[in-house]
C-alpha cells in the first residue's frame, strides 16, 4: 500500500522480480477507511506499506495494518524515511515488520525473500543464535550485491565501490541457563563511566575520517556501546539516535535491533507520555554483560577502541 503511484508500482515490478503473485494494491489511505468501516478486507501472506511521512491519518491506518497483520499472521514489510522512522517504529508493536528506510531496489527486493523465508514456515526463532547471526550477515551481503549490481547497471562496469564485507560472525550472545546462574551468584559491578564509553565512540568513529567506514562495521557493537552510555546516563534513546550510533545504513541497523532483541540484548520500551514514540535499552542481562566486561578490563579500558 503506498499513496504514491510511482512507488506502487515499484513495489509491483520488485513483487515480480521476487516471484510474488499480487492479490491487491492501493493507496495507503484505503486501509483508514477500512478500519473506519464494518467490514475489513482479508490480508495476503504478506503486506508490503509505504509510509514516508508521520501524519496522524497514516500512522492510524499503519497502527490498523500492524494489528491486523499480527492477527493473519501475516508478514510486513514497511517503507519509511529518516524523519518519519520514531513515528512509523511506534506504531508497530505487533507484526515483528520489517522496516526499510529510503530503500533501494535492492533492498526491496531482499526484505521480500527475507518475508518469504519467514512466511514459508521457516521456523527462524527456533535456530541457533550463530546460525541466526550467520543469516543476517548473509542477508546484508545480498542486499549490498544487489544494490551494487543495480549501481552497476545503471553506471557501467568503471562504477567506484566501497569495501565488500565478507566474514564470519563472532560467537553469538551467550544465554546458558548455567552460566547465566553462575554469572547472577556473583556480585554486580556498576556500570563504566559514560564519559569513558563516549570516548570510546569518538575513537571508532575517528577511523572513518581515514579509511572506508564499511571496513570496521559492527553495528551490534556500536548500538550495546551507545546504550551503555545512555543507561549510566540515565537518558533514553530513540531508534533513530540507535540507528546513526551503529555507523551503518537505517534498514541494516534495523535488522541488527530486530536480531538483538529476540537474542535477549535489547528491549523496546513504549514512551508512557507520548504512544506514538518508543525508545531502544539494553535488557537488564545485556547491562549486566555490558559491566563485567568493562570490570574485567579495567584500566586498560581507556585505550580500547
Known amino acids: 500500500m503506498s499513496d504514491s503511484d510511482q512507488l506502487r508500482t515499484d513495489w509491483c515490478e520488485d513483487a515480480d522480480m521476487a516471484g510474488l503473485a499480487l492479490a ?40 490498523s495494518l500492524d494489528m491486523r497483520a499480527a492477527r493473519a499472521g501475516s508478514e510486513m514489510v514497511v ?35 527475507w518475508m518469504m523465508a519467514r512466511s514459508s514456515g521457516a521456523r527462524l526463532r527456533d535456530i541457533s543464535d550463530d546460525d541466526r ?33 565478507f566474514e564470519s560472525p563472532g560467537q553469538a550472545f551467550r544465554s546458558d541457563a548455567d552460566a547465566e546462574r553462575t554469572l547472577l551468584n556473583r556480585p554486580r559491578p556498576p556500570l563504566p563511566d559514560p564519559r569513558l564509553v563516549r570516548r570510546i565512540i569518538q575513537q571508532r568513529q575517528l577511523r572513518a575520517k581515514y579509511f572506508d567506514g564499511e571496513l570496521f562495521a559492527d553495528p551490534a557493537w556500536d548500538m550495546l556501546l551507545d546504550l551503555t552510555a545512555a543507561r549510566a546516563e540515565h537518558t533514553r534513546v530513540s531508534v ?27 528491549e523496546r520500551q513504549q514512551d508512557e507520555v507520548d504512544r506514538r514514540r518508543a525508545f531502544i535499552a539494553l535488557t537488564d542481562k545485556a547491562a549486566d554483560a555490558m559491566a563485567r566486561y568493562f570490570a574485567e578490563l579495567g584500566r586498560d579500558a581507556a585505550g580500547l577502541v
Open 24 to 63: 491487491h494494491f492501493g493507496p495507503l489511505s484505503e486501509e483508514q477507511t477500512a478500519a473506519d468501516g464494518d467490514l475489513e478486507p482479508t490480508l495476503g501472506d504478506m503486506v508490503v506499506v509505504d509510509c514516508p511521512g508521520d501524519e496522524p491519518a497514516a500512522l492510524a491506518a499503519l497502527a
Open 79 to 113: 517503507a519509511t524515511t529518516p524523519g518519519a522512522l520514531d513515528a512509523v517504529f511506534a506504531c508497530l508493536d505487533q507484526s515483528r515488520a520489517e522496516i526499510l528506510v529510503d530503500p533501494s531496489r535492492g533492498e526491496r527486493v531482499v526484505a521480500l525473500g
Open 133 to 165: 547471526l550467520s543469516l543476517l550477515r548473509l542477508t546484508e551481503q545480498v542486499a549490498e550485491i544487489a544494490e551494487r549490481l543495480e549501481r552497476l547497471g545503471q553506471q557501467g562496469l568503471g562504477a567506484g565501490g566501497g569495501a565488500f564485507r
Open 240 to 266: 533513530t539516535s540507535l540507528c546513526i550510533a551503529s555507523a551503518v545504513p537505517p534498514t541494516t541497523a534495523l535488522r541488527w535491533i530486530s536480531q538483538m532483541v529476540d537474542a535477549g540484548l535489547l
